[in-house]
T-cell receptor, first 109, second 116 residues
């Protein structure tokens, strides 16, 4: 079946770049997504990338997609304490989206 | 504000109580979902409704009973829950028909449920 894998924890210093990685198994994925969840809140869509793209940039966020290796990454430039949250990777070929277990990003001041 | 509203935000209930969680989406989407999020399993898909029809039930115990009266509203009826059912219950919606749609899910803020 479809599966999405992420490392569970990442710790970075304020001002550094963060890179959160994700691998998926479904080669038919049409869209891939990154969501952010702050404590006590729901998931908020950060960005998405269509499967025929290999990069998408949106302000401090850069998404890289290696479709051959089924690898997705999210780079956050100049990481701030407000970026501390859980980040979920998700992929979609059909309904519903398949989510990874989430990466908890801790930003050290 | 994502356009998906869940009520209540917090709920404490006894194991013999009956309560309901409500979700409403104002986005014109045709699919709605219930997820459970706990420390043991970060995001578990429970139920999927597409055009008001239940299309997926991921082996959820019968003490959880979903209801989707129309494409904008989704309920989760709870009865005789166990303490291990304490979790954050998230509702989401998406638009899944037609080409060119990005199909992202929009989530509500969740209901934090505590079963005592």
């Amino acid at each position: 079946g479809e599966d999405v894998e992420q490392s569970l924890f990442l710790s970075v210093r304020e001002g550094d770049s963060s890179v959160i990685n994700c691998t998926y198994t479904d080669s038919s994925s049409t869209y891939l997504y990154w969501y952010k969840q702050e404590p006590g809140a729901g998931l908020q869509l950060l960005t998405y990338i269509f499967s025929n793209m290999d990069m998408k940039q949106d302000q401090r966020l850069t998404v890289l997609l290696n479709k051959k290796d089924k690898h997705l990454s999210l780079r956050i430039a100049d990481t701030q304490t407000g970026d501390s949250a859980i980040y979920f990777c998700a992929e979609r070929e059909n309904t519903p989206l398949v989510f990874g277990k989430g990466t908890r990003l801790s930003v050290i001041a | 504000e994502t356009g998906v509203t869940q009520t209540p935000r917090h709920l404490v209930m006894g194991m013999t109580n009956k309560k309901s969680l409500k979700c409403e989406q104002h986005l014109g989407h045709n699919a709605m979902y219930w997820y459970k999020q706990s420390a043991k399993k970060p995001l578990e898909l429970m139920f999927v409704y597409n055009f008001k029809e239940q299309t997926e039930n991921n082996s959820v115990p019968s003490r959880f009973s979903p209801e989707c009266p129309n494409s904008s509203h989704l309920f989760l009826h709870l009865h005789t829950l166990q303490p291990e059912d304490s979790a954050l219950y998230l509702c989401a919606s998406s638009q899944d028909q037609g080409t060119g749609r990005t199909g992202e899910a929009f989530f509500g803020q969740g209901t934090r449920l505590t079963v005592v």
